[in-house]
């Protein structure tokens, strides 16, 4: 398997621009999770989905960000306009839920957003 | 509100010594901790687990402690080897949610 696939690797824009990043899950896995790191603040949890539907989003920052999971394959997060403090490293992650497993988490390599 | 917390941002350890990472949580409904580790332009990687009803896991060099009255947890790295220099994560999951630390960077050196 390819694992998770992030893209793009590294984005710089302006500020008020729109950014768009994506992820291709794990195939098989029904959960999806978007995370961003920052030196303050670690990995912090944006938004969760669990067979492609939203269940917890109370970590996205501003309703700047919106984050889709049209299919079981593929999601995207957004964020429009974007700002300077925006800029931090955004991982994709997904897992596969069983009682038989701690489901554990398999992250992408991350988009490393950069706002000017 | 940080439920996650690794209080130690870095930590230098000599070859073939021992590493000891610290994780201290809030919440005593977590049912599983996972410690993470990452390597620069990478995602973090899983690399050990322990349920809540254990005190101790271990897979080879590695070993997760969890001190459930304490609510501390900690992983220990003998012998420590240049190639775990990283940046390590400890997580708490209760449901499906996951919390993770800020993180300790450990270096190893030759």
């Known amino acids: 398997d390819a694992g998770v696939i992030q893209s793009p690797r590294h984005e710089v824009t302006e500020m008020g621009q729109e950014v768009t990043l994506r992820c291709k899950p794990i195939?098989?896995?029904?959960?999806l999770f978007w995370y961003r790191q920052t030196m303050m603040r670690g990995l912090e949890l944006l938004i969760y989905?669990?067979?492609?539907?939203?269940?917890?989003d109370s970590g996205m920052p501003e309703d700047r960000f919106s984050a889709k999971m049209p299919n079981a394959s593929f999601s995207t997060l957004k964020i429009q306009p974007s700002e300077p403090r925006d800029s931090a490293v955004y991982f994709c992650?997904?897992?596969?839920?069983?009682?038989?497993?701690?489901?554990?988490?398999?992250f992408g390599e991350g988009s490393r957003l950069t706002v000017l | 509100d940080q439920q996650v917390k690794q209080n130690s941002p870095s930590l230098s350890v000599q070859e073939g010594r021992i590493s000891i990472l610290n994780c201290d949580y809030t919440?005593?409904?977590?049912?599983?901790f996972l410690w993470y580790k990452k390597y620069p332009a990478e995602g973090p990687t899983f690399l050990i687990s322990?349920?809540?009803?254990?005190d101790k896991n271990e897979d080879g060099r590695f070993t997760v402690f969890l001190n459930k009255s304490a609510k501390h947890l900690s992983l220990h790295i003998v012998p420590s080897q240049p190639g775990d220099s990283a940046v390590y994560f400890c997580?708490?999951?209760?449901?499906?949610?996951?919390?993770f630390g800020t993180g300790t960077s450990l270096t190893v050196i030759p």
């Open positions: 992650a997904s897992s596969l839920f069983s009682r038989a497993n701690t489901g554990e988490l398999f």
């Open positions: 195939s098989g896995h029904d959960y």
């Open positions: 989905f669990n067979n492609n539907v939203p269940i917890d």
């Open positions: 919440n005593s409904m977590f049912d599983y």
């Open positions: 322990i349920s809540s009803i254990k």
């Open positions: 997580a708490a999951v209760t449901g499906n949610q996951f919390y």
